[in-house]
């Protein structure tokens, strides 16, 4: 599936409906429905979610309220080859959740040790922007796991299908949504 495939998919029905289990039984919910009724996580831990929820709002203000936690989890949950995850495109071994636990622990990881034993949810804004800022450009002395621009990439790529991946994401940014237009041809 090619990227533009991928962005053409969210950006329909992709996001708008995944199934989400609650009680046993599959529900569709878009990740900001799931993210406003508590849908409990399948894969990722407490710890986990507060790091992307952090690292997601940190990268695309409105991630965390869109459900960046529930959409990744719910996408680790799905055989691999259906995941809309930017780790898919990008190439990452499977199964995905090896690498958003290693990313995820290499971020609080880094932030303890920079920051005085403080995770990455812990920092002021300045302080995740200034964090955010030197894993981008690879710059973090003792970073282990993934590569922090890598990481970053991935992440941000994320937190954007999510938040502006979905008609209020497209309405948000003043982009008359046209499904019926061949993604090629809308731009």
Same mark, same amino acid.
């Given at each position: ?5 991928? &962005? ?19 529900? %569709?919910?878009?990740? &900001? ?12 831990? /407490?710890?986990? =979610? ?8 940190? #990268? ?15 996408? #680790? ?6 995941? %809309? %995850? ?5 190439? =990452? &071994? ?9 990313? #995820? ?43 922090? /621009?890598? =990481? ?10 999510? =938040? ?21 041809? &809308?731009?």
């Amino acid at each position: 599936m090619s990227d533009i495939e991928r &962005r053409a998919l969210i950006k329909g029905a992709g996001l708008s409906a995944l199934a989400f289990s609650v009680g046993g039984a599959e529900i %569709l919910l878009s990740p &900001r429905q799931a993210h406003a009724q508590n849908i409990p996580f399948r894969t990722l831990t /407490p710890e986990q =979610v507060e790091t992307l929820e952090a690292l997601g709002e940190t #990268l695309v203000p409105g991630a965390k309220q869109a459900g960046i936690s529930n959409f990744v989890d719910q996408q #680790l949950s799905i055989p691999h080859g259906e995941a %809309l %995850l930017e780790a898919r495109i990008l190439n =990452v &071994r499977p199964p995905y959740a090896n690498f958003y636990r290693a990313a #995820l622990s290499a971020v609080d990881k880094a932030s303890q040790a920079k920051n005085g034993d403080k995770k990455f949810a812990q920092l002021s804004a300045d302080e995740r922007y200034g964090f955010v800022d030197l894993m981008r450009q690879n710059k973090i002395e003792g970073w282990q796991g993934p590569a922090g /621009p890598f =990481v970053y990439l991935i992440l941000r790529s994320d937190a954007v299908d999510v =938040v502006y991946g979905t008609m209020e994401g497209y309405a948000a940014l003043g982009i008359p949504y046209m499904p019926h237009i061949a993604p090629e041809k &809308r731009w």
